[in-house]
């Protein structure tokens, strides 16, 4: 059966738009249209084509798109500046997203403009040869720097990305070392992320110009914009007097948060936006990244924007599946995988979608095992003193360090949180049914992953950490970033924690901005299911391919496939 989203919010929209924007014409097939609008947006696709027939779904009518259009034109819904909906060509969209669309890239323009800071030559000469490994495009991306307000930098895993942004910043600084600059993404870990690569970067650097680079502030950004329960505190009224910032990981901005930062920004500050255009898009709110990256738009911009080609990073199969996809879609990406047979890297497995897949199960149960062992043995490395707190950094032994690095060797990634091989059916393998309604019950050793924000301790969303101790001693470890820009561990009680869930395996759009050197994917019915004896997918085939491509790009060493038997369809 198909994808049914005929469901009481979308008819109470229907009702809405019918009381408040009375149809010309009333035509039920405009059930039809809300559907398919709202289904794009769950997806963060603001833009419907309408030659797409939305296979994914179940449509009331027949004809779509023709019969679909003409019910919408005569309605009345797209016409006027106050209609509730825009169709453009072949694409329509809910005007207040457009709207808010357009107003955000019109934002972005005004900015674009000639850089204004001075320079102010370094007493330390710094040697030219830092560019001799770069190419072509990335050198163009650095020399940017130097003339343009806005740089645009996108590339797919392994271009180059961070170790542009290195002699990026490594340019800011030699012109003027008195810049106030930030660095920010969207969570947590691929704010760690940023930070570290640089750190690595810049290891056989000298002073001052290290000093410089490794000061620099890492942060999520809803910290840099103070976000709060009524909103962002840093606005137009409180600005952030920050000269340059650079914000890793656009895919997953969305358009609230991008005009938050715009916001909050001086006129002058420069603004470097990086990302990967072909994964995930922010989930109901619009991919500001994807839009920005379309040839229409890309115009407006001239030459501020660079698009990095050459991989620098090879991952055998990985990559040769990641390209597959890339450059001829999900049918040959699936093809390559049924007929490619394992390697070193990738491999596939079928199983049922009765239980939990054998080499899940295999992997979770060692990696369960050597948690519970890894974090016992990080107890006597923690002050006693310590237990008394309700949030307190501890010593980062070789044992926490050990530990946190052992978490992130691993992602098991599920498209969904429910249904066959959800992220709710693994949790509930080795914590049990009950399991969302006994959190005190959780053992030692188990991951945790924070699920809203928290700057008071200085958590993010998709933060993940462990439980250690028992009991009274019961306290969450956390490895984060201080407002100091230190990596620290902190002890936290679970009281402190407002919500939070048990981060053996995740969504591939919580994924987003962390890498394993393992990733399982489970891949239930390889989102087809049957009807009349054909295979109609379950996803819309955009969907599907940045599903796919988020989810193998967190490998870097290892990736297994995991798929259903045909006795399953």
Request: net charge positive; proline share 4%; hydrophobic share 35%.
């Amino acid at each position: 059966m198909k994808k049914k989203f005929s469901t009481d919010l979308n008819k109470s929209l229907l009702a809405t738009l019918t009381r408040y924007y009375p149809p010309i014409e009333f035509n039920e097939a405009l059930i039809d249209v809300v559907n398919v609008l709202m289904d794009g947006l769950s997806r963060g696709d603001i833009y419907i084509d309408i030659k797409e027939i939305p296979k994914n779904l179940e449509l009331k009518y027949k004809g779509w798109p023709s019969f679909h259009i003409k019910a919408l034109l005569e309605s009345g819904w797209t016409k006027g500046d106050n209609s509730p909906i825009v169709l453009n060509g072949d694409l329509i969209s809910w005007r207040r997203t457009h709207n808010e669309m357009v107003e955000t890239i019109h934002k972005i323009l005004l900015r674009n403009q000639p850089i204004k800071h001075q320079s102010k030559e370094l007493p330390v000469r710094i040697d030219a040869k830092n560019l001799d490994h770069l190419n072509i495009q990335q050198i163009k991306a650095v020399n940017l720097v130097k003339s343009e307000q806005i740089i645009l930098l996108s590339g797919g895993p392994g271009t180059g990305k961070t170790s542009t942004i290195l002699q990026m910043l490594l340019q800011a600084l030699t012109r003027n070392p008195t810049l106030d600059i930030a660095m920010a993404a969207p969570t947590g870990k691929a704010a760690k992320k940023l930070k570290d690569t640089i750190q690595a970067g810049i290891k056989d650097f000298e002073d001052p110009i290290k000093d410089k680079l490794s000061n620099i502030p890492s942060k999520t950004l809803h910290k840099w914009l103070e976000a709060g329960p009524n909103g962002f505190r840093r606005n137009s009224q409180r600005l952030l007097r920050l000269d340059l910032i650079v914000i890793d990981e656009m895919s997953m901005v969305d358009l609230s948060t991008i005009n938050g930062l715009l916001d909050a920004l001086t006129k002058s500050c420069q603004i470097i936006l990086v990302g990967d255009p072909d994964q995930l898009l922010p989930i109901g709110s619009g991919g500001i990244w994807q839009i920005l990256q379309e040839k229409e738009t890309k115009k407006n911009f001239k030459s501020n924007s660079v698009k990095l080609t050459k991989s620098y990073r090879n991952k055998g199969d990985i990559a040769l599946l990641r390209n597959t996809l890339k450059d001829e879609g999900v049918d040959a990406f699936w093809q390559l995988l049924s007929m490619k047979e394992d390697s070193s890297n990738t491999s596939q497995y079928l199983s049922s979608l009765k239980s939990i897949p054998d080499p899940v199960v295999r992997t979770l149960f060692n990696y369960k095992k050597r948690l519970k062992k890894l974090t016992e043995s990080c107890i006597n490395y923690i002050p006693n003193e310590a237990w008394q707190s309700s949030m307190i950094e501890v010593p980062q032994s070789i044992q926490i360090l050990k530990l946190f690095k052992f978490i992130d060797n691993l992602l098991i990634l599920c498209p969904q949180r429910y249904g066959p091989w959800g992220v709710k059916k693994i949790n509930e393998f080795l914590l049990g049914k009950r399991f969302e309604k006994e959190v005190h019950k959780w053992g030692e050793g188990t991951p945790i992953m924070a699920k809203n924000n928290q700057p008071e301790i200085g958590l993010a969303n998709g933060d993940v950490g462990i439980i250690i101790g028992n009991g009274e001693k019961r306290r969450f470890l956390f490895n984060l970033f201080s407002e100091e820009q230190r990596l620290v561990t902190r002890l936290i009680n679970p009281s402190r924690l407002n919500t939070y869930d048990a981060a053996y395996a995740m969504t591939i759009h919580k994924a987003q901005g962390s890498e394993a050197e393992q990733v399982l994917l489970l891949w239930p019915n390889n989102t087809k299911i049957s009807e009349n004896n054909n295979h109609i997918k379950l996803y819309s085939d955009d969907y599907e391919k940045r599903m796919l491509y988020t989810a193998i790009t967190r490998a870097k060493k290892q990736l297994l496939i995991i798929t259903n038997k045909e006795e399953d369809f």
